[in-house]
């Protein structure tokens, strides 16, 4: 039998050992393994209270079971759900027992998506959403991901290439009725305007989008500068706990250490590095190296400086943040000022964070394009129908090759035409059990 023809079950809810877990079953047998399990099929779409027993008709557990008959299910196949005690010796016997059923066999990362995918529940934008949805941390990301589940750019995408399919008829039939020789201008105007049209609204998606495809790895902020300023110190207040050593001891912090924050909804990586200064310790001049290489590439750094030291750093986004201003010293505008041992001036340094993500991500509410599949696929697009534009003048096949090649640029898009192994790379990074 063909994989696809398989019954697929996964554990579709979280690590074991929990309070519940969910397992699905999806395929042809999924009624079979539900009656094999549970006894006769439950009403379908409502819970039923079962005592779920294995081929030997020992017990497994005491359980809730639902039945979902195709296709109007969430992969299009006939769907069962096993409800139980998330124990982990629950789930390895339930487990076994579907496995036994003949035509089942556990799932693949993303295969129940991809089932769904394959029978037109979502497409390739939406799959992508689902997939971040279950990866989102942050409420921004959160709401991010929904909207790009609930198909606001797989429907924008949908519109613009059957229109772009309409503009492309209307340019196919004047070429057929000139025959030969130029078709007249009357003729290609209305496609010509509705052209320019899509070409002004895919063009307007990309330049609203700002860095919101970044929203899903979130901003990267390096704190950095010399030995002992109280860089890791300034780490510990921002995560609110103590994940970086602090000595009086210069060249105490080594590795590069990392902590995710949610900033009013926004993913920020915060990075505390090796005090940067000249060494002759091997093990520190790594950790300076490391320091260095993770600033260059962070989105902001934050330099620390202390007392009434000068400061000289150069390059990227940087901010000076003056510690230790309670031993005195003054800072100097344009800095912020902070002690990171008494907390003062973190709330104002968080809120300019705030403030910078804000501005760095863009008005996500508003971007439609997730990530750099789609921005690249939808620029193809509005270079194709700009070319379109151009070439119309010159002849009309060379302008519809063009619009062919935007309306396969969308249905690369929405996964409409893709080949096997790009939808393949996709679905394999998704969870196993969705
Ligand atoms: N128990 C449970 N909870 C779940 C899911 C699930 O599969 N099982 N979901 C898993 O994704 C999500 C909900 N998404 C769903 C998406 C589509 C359909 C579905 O049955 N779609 C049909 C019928 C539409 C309808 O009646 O509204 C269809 O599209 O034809 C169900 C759930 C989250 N919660
Ligand atoms: N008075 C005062 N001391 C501080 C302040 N912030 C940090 N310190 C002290 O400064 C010393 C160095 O702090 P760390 O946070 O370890 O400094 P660092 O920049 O991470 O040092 P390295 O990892 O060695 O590069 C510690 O003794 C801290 O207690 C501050 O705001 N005021
Ligand atoms: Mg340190």
Known sequence: MHPRDQTIFALSSGRPPSA??????????????????????????????????????????????????????????????????????????LLAAISLIPNTRAAEPGEFTRRAFENGKLDLTEAEGLDD?????????????????????????????????????????????????????????????????????ITKVLAAQGHSERLRDGLVVAIAGEPNVGKSTLMNQLARREVAIVSPHAGTTRDVIEVQLDLDGYPVTVI?????????????????????????????????????????????????????????????????GISASRGDGIPELVEALVKFAAEFFGTTEGALVTRARQRDLLGRASDSLRRSLELVEEGE????????????????????????????????????GK
């Open 272 to 336: 505390d590095t090796a005090g940067i200064r000249e060494t002759d310790d091997p093990v520190e001049q790594e950790g300076v190296r490391r320091a260095r290489a993770r600033a260059e590439d962070a989105d902001l750094v934050l330099w620390l400086v202390e007392g009434e030291r000068a400061v000289d750093p150069s390059g990227g986004q940087i901010w000076i943040v003056r510690n230790k201003i309670d031993l005195g010293g003054v800072g100097s505008p344009g800095e912020f």
């Open 133 to 201: 949805l279950i990866h989102a941390d942050t409420d921004r990301q959160r709401r991010q991901a929904l909207r790009q589940l609930q198909g606001l750019l797989g429907n924008r995408a949908r519109d613009w290439r059957e229109r772009i399919i309409e503009a492309s008829a209307l340019i196919e039939a004047g070429i057929d009725f000139s025959d030969e020789g130029d078709v007249p201008a009357e003729l290609t105007a209305p496609a010509v305007k509705a052209i320019q049209v899509l070409h002004d609204e």
């Open 20 to 93: 519940i877990a969910m397992v699905r079953v999806s395929g042809p047998q999924a009624g079979l393994v539900l009656t094999t399990l549970a006894g006769k099929l439950p009403a379908p779409r409502q819970a039923s209270r079962r005592l779920l027993r294995d081929g030997a008709d020992q017990p497994i557990d005491d359980a809730v079971v639902l039945w979902f008959p195709g296709p109007g299910t969430a992969t299009g196949e006939d769907v069962a759900e096993f409800h139980v005690h998330g124990g982990r010796a629950v789930l390895a016997a």
């Open 397 to 432: 096949e060379l302008a519809a090759e063009e619009l062919r090649a935007a309306a396969y640029a969308l249905g690369r898009l929405l996964g409409r035409v893709d080949v096997e192994d790009v939808l393949g790379a996709i679905f394999q990074k998704f969870c196993i």
